[in-house]
């Protein structure tokens, strides 16, 4: 069945969007600044290959007892989940860099996380900041039966359990990346000619899928063999690495948009939604953290979803400077400006709401 052509309204009498994006604007002009990276994110980005290939590199040229061996490889996930937010998620946005040949180079990093360039723009760039949080379209807040991160979706008898084991699934992300997903994705998302730009050759991306995959499992799990560690030691690294990245990944994802106070609209039986696209990214996008160093350096800004959502194209280093713009615009026109001020209290408010999207529907 074809989906349904989602509209967002065009009708804005208050002009919130023209004004915001005025004053933005005007901020970058007067302070002579580029939309994209400087010295500071690529500095942040050496940091962050640092933390994903010394730790795998003394693995493997020093003998390591086994507790520091799983230690490394925890800090090698850690490692890749901040490339992935910092360097990747930037460079695939055309924000990394004013130059093309920078953002292709760096945003091929997702093949680091096991996974494919195409199929990320299309999931993330279109899918998921167009159609964000609406129910058969942003495939973000699909998880098949097992999680009910949706009121649309169809509850299941085990969502009342989800409130217990949903964390522990989120460490499964980036291996389903690497095993099933992104096969998945690529015949998916071909076959309904989605494409963020041009559409690729078929034969192309396949190849390239599959070449990437190959270039992957040898450097993560042949060349560990080769080099004599047992399939168990080489099993058990793969799997904390994994792990540790999918669960700061997924985490990290979800308090932007699983929350209390973001929204779920779907739109009528045209497929007409009721605001315009920027006022609906209020409604479905919330912040965390906006106060904490740590959080902003390691997550690539993505705790301040809110302005990556409305301006995707500016890199995150200036997310601090334009969230003022962006709330006290979002103010003055009596719109949402959704917003946590701890990483733990976001937590604790995500873990609610699984609460109670994981009650039977007729009593929730």
């Known amino acids: 069945m074809a989906k349904q052509i989602v509209s967002f309204s065009r009708k804005d009498p208050a002009k919130f969007f023209k004004t915001l994006n005025k004053r933005v604007n005007n901020y970058f002009k007067e302070n002579n600044l580029k939309r994209t990276g400087n010295w500071r994110l690529y500095l942040k980005a050496m940091v962050m290959f640092s933390l994903l290939i010394i730790p795998g590199v003394l693995i493997l040229t020093v003998t390591l007892p086994g507790w520091a061996q799983i230690l490394c490889m925890v ?12 360097v990747m998620h930037d460079a695939n946005h055309g924000s990394f860099s004013s130059k093309k040949w920078v953002n292709k180079l760096m945003g091929s990093s997702i093949y680091i996380l096991a996974g494919n360039d195409y199929n990320w723009k299309v999931q993330h760039n279109v899918l998921h900041h167009t159609y964000t949080n609406i129910q058969g379209h942003d495939e973000d807040i699909d998880a098949g039966r097992i999680i009910r991160f949706s009121k649309h979706s169809k509850w299941f008898r085990i ?6 084991y949903a964390f522990f699934l989120y460490g499964l992300l980036t291996a389903n990346w690497a095993i099933t997903t992104d096969f ?9 000619k989605l494409a963020y730009g041009k559409l690729p050759n078929p034969a192309t991306q396949w190849t390239k899928l599959i070449i990437g995959k190959i270039v992957y499992y040898s450097l993560w799990v042949v060349l560990p063999l080769y080099l004599g560690f047992a399939w168990w030691e080489v099993l058990i690294g793969f799997i904390v690495m994994h792990y540790t990245a999918g669960i700061i990944l997924s985490v990290v994802f979800q308090l932007a948009h699983v929350m209390p106070n973001t929204e779920m609209p779907m739109p009528n039986k045209e497929g007409n939604m009721k605001n315009t696209w920027a006022i609906h990214q209020l409604f479905t996008t919330s912040n965390f953290s906006p106060k904490s160093w740590l959080v902003k350096f390691y997550t690539g800004g993505l705790n301040r ?3 990556h959502h409305l301006f995707a194209n500016i ?5 601090d400077k334009i969230a003022k713009i962006v709330k006290e615009t979002a103010n003055e026109f009596s719109l949402p400006y959704n ?4 990483f733990f ?3 604790a408010e995500h873990y609610n709401q699984l609460k109670t999207l994981g009650k039977k529907p007729n009593i929730a």
């Open 184 to 192: 998945i994705q690529t015949y998916n998302y071909l076959k309904r």
């Open 75 to 86: 800090i090698v996930g850690v490692g890749m989940a901040g490339v992935g937010m910092n």
């Open 305 to 307: 979803q809110v302005e």
């Open 159 to 164: 969502h009342k359990y989800q409130k217990y």
């Open 345 to 347: 209290q976001a937590v």
């Open 339 to 342: 917003e946590y001020n701890t």
């Open 315 to 319: 890199s995150h280093i200036h997310y």
